[in-house]
């Protein structure tokens, strides 16, 4: 049973910064790429950071580069999201997030959404 546990949100100030993690089981993890997801109010959900199984590669949506760094710790089954020169526009609630191909079948899991309020 797959499962995403983030952690780690929470209120901040414009310019300050939190850290998210992401506490993953059921899965081998250190196979799998790892996300990271935010959804606004009344806005699509859209991607944010990936980073690759080995840690070794990783994307960002570009309003985030320079600010956002993504970071995985195998041993520990977690990834994260440190979060650094916060702005406003970055306030939503963050999801986790893990894709899986068995053949033909793509497999997709969310966590359960940490919020992350910035505001002055």
């Known amino acids: 049973q797959v499962q995403l546990v983030e952690s780690g949100g929470g209120l901040v100030q414009p310019g300050g910064s939190l850290r998210l993690s992401c506490a993953a089981s059921g899965f081998i993890f250190s196979r799998y790429p790892m996300s990271w997801y935010r959804q606004a109010p009344g806005k699509e959900r859209e991607l944010v950071a990936l980073?690759?199984?080995?840690?070794?590669?990783?994307n960002y949506l570009d309003s985030v580069k320079g600010r956002f760094t993504i970071s995985r710790d195998n041993a520990k089954n977690t990834v994260n999201l440190q979060m650094d020169s916060l702005k406003p526009e970055d306030t939503a609630v963050y999801y986790c997030n893990a894709k899986m191909a068995d053949g033909r079948n793509l497999i997709v899991f969310w966590g359960q959404g940490t919020q992350v309020t910035v505001s002055s």
């Open positions: 980073i690759n199984s080995a840690g070794t590669s990783t």
